[in-house]
């Protein structure tokens, strides 16, 4: 976990860095060629390991500003993470009714409910039942 926490914080303190510049005095077009070129790092063992330096390098006070501020972008990960809206690309949804019912209507409601185990339960006593309440359900 702790290993997870330092990459996480690198990755931030790649991204925070066009800010301090921009705090500086820079110009925008400068800050705006930085962020390019940071959202164009590969993460390599090269900008690990080098940004895991950096972090090192921070007091004390700044480190834990830094984790902190890593833990706040985690809960706000797990937050959007747990409320992503099921898919709706329909021909897909109807391509997946004809051959795995269960999963159309899975990824169709978001989440294991009757409709989905009646889904299952129909798919699994005769195929046609579990494709045409897939169908229904997913259109």
Known sequence: ???????????????????????????????????????????????????????????RVDRKAKLKEVKSLMKE???????????NDKVLLAILAILLPPLAVYLHEGTTNTTFWISVLLTLLFWIPGVIFALITVL
Request: glycine share 2%; aromatic share 4%; proline share 3%.
């Open 77 to 87: 990960y797990k937050a959007n993470k747990t409320s992503a809206s099921p898919s």
């Open 1 to 59: 976990m702790k290993k997870i926490s330092y990459l996480i914080a690198t990755a931030i303190m790649l991204n925070v860095s066009p800010v301090v510049a921009s705090s500086v005095g820079t110009t925008a077009t400068a800050t705006n060629k930085t962020t390019e070129a940071n959202s164009n790092i590969r993460m390599d063992d090269a900008v690990v390991t080098d940004a895991m330096s950096q972090f090192k390098s921070l007091s």
